[in-house]
């Protein structure tokens, strides 16, 4: 389901952004850089977090069990 995809990643990425406003030490573009580095940093140089992944995986099970 496309939809569920597409509803799947926003959740993802919201997650991230809850990550981010969680840490009150987290003030700029470059403490969001550091802060990712630090906590998500994968072996492809791209920054992904459990929780995001787990909550992207939650919301499309969501979404598929209600379409």
Do not use: W, Y
Not at 38 to 56: C, N, P, Y
Request: charged share 25%; glycine share 4%; aromatic share 8%.
């Amino acid at each position: 389901a496309q939809d569920c995809d597409l509803v799947a990643s926003v959740g993802h990425e919201l997650q991230h952004a809850i990550e981010v406003l969680n840490d009150p030490n987290v003030r700029s573009n470059h403490e969001m850089f550091l802060f990712f580095h630090r906590i998500g940093l994968t072996s492809f140089d791209r920054f992904e977090t459990k929780v995001a992944m787990q909550t992207g995986l939650a919301v499309d099970r969501e979404c598929v069990r209600k379409n």
